[in-house]
Nanobody, 118 residues
Framework: QVQLVESGGGLAQAGGSLRLSCAAS????????MGWYRRAPGKERELVAAITKSGTYYVDSVKGRFTISRDNAKNTAYLQMNNLKPKDTALYYC?????????????WGQGTQVNVSS
């Protein structure tokens, strides 16, 4: 089992910054990738950014503004969000992919709310 706890959400003004953190605990050695998803009101959940041993991925709408990183020693992933826009308002979820014996298990945090005012 892997437990994920997000923090760092809150209210920001357009153009401002926030940094989200996702602390993993439990069977963290199995984690092959971590990512951040978000669900905005009335919209489907979307993958915002992900990080693996091979590299990173960003959805087009956040490229150049958001940066995902991971501190393996602390078992923590981060999402640095700069130049925030009102359209970034959403509930942000941390995700971890855990590979055990050729099967991938998916774990989720409880979510942290980000509100961006214009």
């Amino acid at each position: 089992q892997v437990q994920l706890v997000e923090s760092g959400g809150g209210l920001a003004q357009a153009g401002g910054s926030l940094r989200l953190s996702c602390a993993a605990s439990g069977d963290t050695i199995c984690i092959s990738a971590m990512g951040w998803y978000r669900r905005a009101p009335g919209k489907e959940r979307e993958l915002v950014a992900a990080i693996t041993k091979s590299g990173t991925y960003y959805v087009d709408s956040v490229k150049g503004r958001f940066t995902i990183s991971r501190d393996n020693a602390k078992n923590t992933a981060y999402l640095q969000m700069n130049n925030l826009k009102p359209k970034d308002t959403a509930l942000y979820y941390c995700n971890a992919d855990c590979l055990r014996e050729a099967t991938t298990y998916y774990y989720w945090g409880q979510g942290t709310q980000v509100n961006v005012s214009s």
